[in-house]
C-alpha cells in the first residue's frame, strides 16, 4: 500500500462520507438515526483514511448484558478497490484494543453466511462462529449470519 493509513472520528461534518462508504460496502442500508447515534460513540467508530481519501470504518457500541460488558461492531468494511491491503485488521485491531482497554468480556458481531473473505479476518483474529441465524438479513440474498464471537479474557 502506498499511503498512510490512519484511523480519524467521525463527526457531524464526515459522517456523510461513513453514509457513502456503508452504501458501497454493506447490502443493507442504516437509517438517520444510525448515523446519528455513531457520532457519540467515539473511540468505537472511526474512519479509515489513506493520506486524505476515506476507504474504511468500524462501527461498534457497547453494552452490559447479566454483569459483562459486551461490545458488538455493527459495521466494519473498507471500498472494494482497497481490500485485502490491512485496513479491515486495522480497524479490527483498533476495536479489540478499545476492548481491552475498556474491559470488555466478549466482541460480537454478525457475518452474511457468504462472506468468505470477512469470515476469514475474524477468524484469524480469534473469533468463533458460535450460532447460524436463518433469515437474520431482510430483503438480501442469502438471509443467514453468522453470529461471531471473540472473549476477550482468554
Known amino acids: 500500500m502506498v499511503g498512510t493509513l490512519e484511523l480519524g472520528e467521525v ?3 464526515n459522517v ?3 453514509r457513502l462508504i456503508n452504501q458501497q460496502v454493506f447490502p443493507v442500508s442504516y437509517n438517520h438515526r444510525f ?3 455513531i457520532i457519540a460513540l467515539g ?3 472511526k474512519l479509515a483514511f489513506l493520506d486524505d481519501l476515506t476507504i474504511g470504518a468500524v462501527c461498534a457500541r457497547t ?5 459483562h460488558k459486551r461490545c458488538y461492531i455493527m459495521t466494519l468494511g473498507c471500498l472494494p478497490h482497497y481490500r485485502r491491503l490491512g485496513v479491515g485488521e486495522k480497524l479490527l485491531n483498533h476495536i479489540l484494543g478499545q476492548a481491552r482497554k ?3 468480556d466478549v466482541v460480537t458481531l454478525h457475518v452474511q453466511t457468504n462472506n468468505d473473505a470477512a469470515l ?3 477468524e484469524k483474529n480469534g473469533f468463533t462462529v458460535v450460532e447460524t441465524k436463518e433469515g437474520y438479513y431482510k430483503k438480501i440474498t442469502p438471509a443467514d449470519a453468522y453470529v461471531l464471537e471473540r472473549r476477550m479474557n482468554e
Not at 63 to 67: A, I, L
Open 11 to 13: 463527526t457531524q461534518h
Open 16 to 18: 456523510r462520507v461513513l
Open 35 to 37: 448515523y446519528r447515534d
Open 43 to 45: 473511540e468505537w467508530s
Open 63 to 67: 453494552e452490559v448484558k447479566d454483569n
Open 102 to 104: 475498556e474491559k470488555v
Open 120 to 122: 476469514r479476518l475474524y
